[in-house]
């Protein structure tokens, strides 16, 4: 979650997005919005998360807390005397780790290049994904839209040409929006921002700059580089003084090489339905596939997991004869796993389909002798489709709904 102060900046640039392929991920109260997606009788009320007690801190607040004054890092003494109708909840790091690893997940999904910062913040290279998905301002638009339909959580995106940049866009973007920052007006952007915005400076660098009566971007930007070296140091004034200026040439971290892929769904009501779970299970096992494909690589082990309404889990794997990267034979170990688990009486609030023990599609891996070519072949030439028409544009029969083919659902 960003703190970083905000200027009056005006809140649209233009909608040239040809030199901004960054951009900067950023959920928006974070831990907050979770516990609300968890206990929807929350939604709309002041919430905040951290410590239980006088001593604790701070570390989410929703909007309707924050129009009190609230903010991550306060002490939680002071949070109740400025909002003492508010819901306080004990954080729960496992939930939030979790929901991150979704949250990760749709990035990955969407761009190689994903580099996590924290638990609830990151940044995509998008560069290479124009001819598949579209420019950056629609890739941001499709983030947020997946995360939103699959994770249930709502995100803030900045767009820009550099990471220090689109850091500063999505805190601007909030709450639950998009800001793009065109390469010719990042300058503009910028320097009208007061310095506590910028990517690096904090509470004692800032106090540094402001007693020498530096308090924008643009006045530290026209600053000799000499006088802030002896304020603050040679790398620091170096580092400081690029940004200000909009140069920024650190990459976006690439992806190391996978241990596993999983897709996972939070219902949103529990699932009390063999068949409607199996429809997950297939679309999943699907999903894994095309993403194994696409990073060229196959899985040895295919794993399920259940989650029931009091948190319960149960996970199941096997190891196949033989690695695949085929959706069909994915589903197939899948399907037999789920059903191999009790079903619990209250239904299934999440359930997921992962693989893992990759190897690269070129090792020298063993073979089935009566597999079957014509499968993958398939699923390949599907793969072709839905990176040219969009990823709804074809797929198996057996993931068709009946309004897909013209029929009509019973009520």
């Keep these: 979650m960003s703190v970083a102060p905000r200027g009056k900046s005006k809140p649209y640039f233009g909608d040239d997005d040809s030199q901004t392929p ?5 959920m928006d109260s974070f831990f907050a919005s979770v516990e609300v997606l968890l206990q929807p009788e929350l939604a709309g009320r002041p919430v905040i998360v951290g410590g239980i007690g006088n001593r604790g801190v701070v570390t989410a607040a929703t909007y309707e807390a924050r129009a009190y004054g609230v903010r991550a890092g306060m002490p939680i003494g002071r949070a109740r005397s400025l909002c003492p109708g508010a819901v306080f909840i ?6 939030y780790s979790e929901y991150s690893g979704r949250v990760m997940e749709v990035l990955r999904s969407l761009s190689p290049r994903v580099e996590p910062i924290s638990i609830d913040e990151a940044f995509m290279d998008v560069g290479g994904a124009r001819r598949q ?3 950056p301002v629609q890739v941001a638009q499709l983030v947020r839209s ?4 699959q994770v249930g959580l709502p995100a803030s995106v900045g767009v820009a040409s550099t990471k220090s940049v689109a850091k500063i866009a999505s805190a601007h973007a909030k709450p639950d929006g998009m800001l793009l920052v065109p390469g010719d007006r990042t300058i503009e952007f910028l320097h009208a921002l007061p310095i506590g915005a910028l990517w690096g400076v904090g509470r004692k660098t800032a106090e540094i700059l402001e007693v020498r009566g ?3 971007i643009g006045q530290l930007a026209n600053t000799p580089v000499q006088a802030l070296t002896g304020w603050l140091g040679s790398a620091s004034a170096h580092s400081l003084h690029a940004l200000a200026w909009g140069r920024d040439g650190r990459a976006v971290g690439g992806r190391e090489r996978e241990k596993s892929i999983s897709t996972e769904r939070t219902f949103p009501k529990n699932v009390t339905s063999r068949d409607e779970l199996a429809a997950f299970v297939l679309a999943a096992a699907h999903d894994c596939a095309r993403r194994l494909r696409n990073a060229g690589m196959l899985a040895w082990t295919v794993t399920v997991k259940v989650r029931d309404g009091d948190f319960n ?16 034979e994915v589903a197939e170990v899948a399907e037999a796993l789920v059903d191999s688990i009790r079903f619990p009486k209250g239904g299934i609030r999440l359930a997921g389909v992962g693989v893992s023990s990759l190897v690269d599609d070129g090792e020298a891996v063993p073979m089935l002798l009566d597999e079957n070519p014509k499968v993958r072949a398939t699923e390949l030439a599907m793969d072709a489709a839905q990176a040219k028409f969009g990823i709804d544009a074809l797929r198996p029969a057996s993931l068709l709904k009946p309004q897909d083919l013209g029929g009509k659902t019973r009520d």
């Design 214 to 216: 530096i308090d924008t």
């Design 146 to 149: 997946k995360i939103k339909e």
């Design 133 to 135: 998905l579209g420019s």
């Design 90 to 95: 004990q954080g729960r790091h496992d939930v």
């Design 313 to 328: 889990t149960v996970s199941r794997s096997k190891t196949l004869l033989a690695p695949t990267d085929v959706g069909r």
């Design 22 to 26: 960054i951009l900067h991920v950023d």
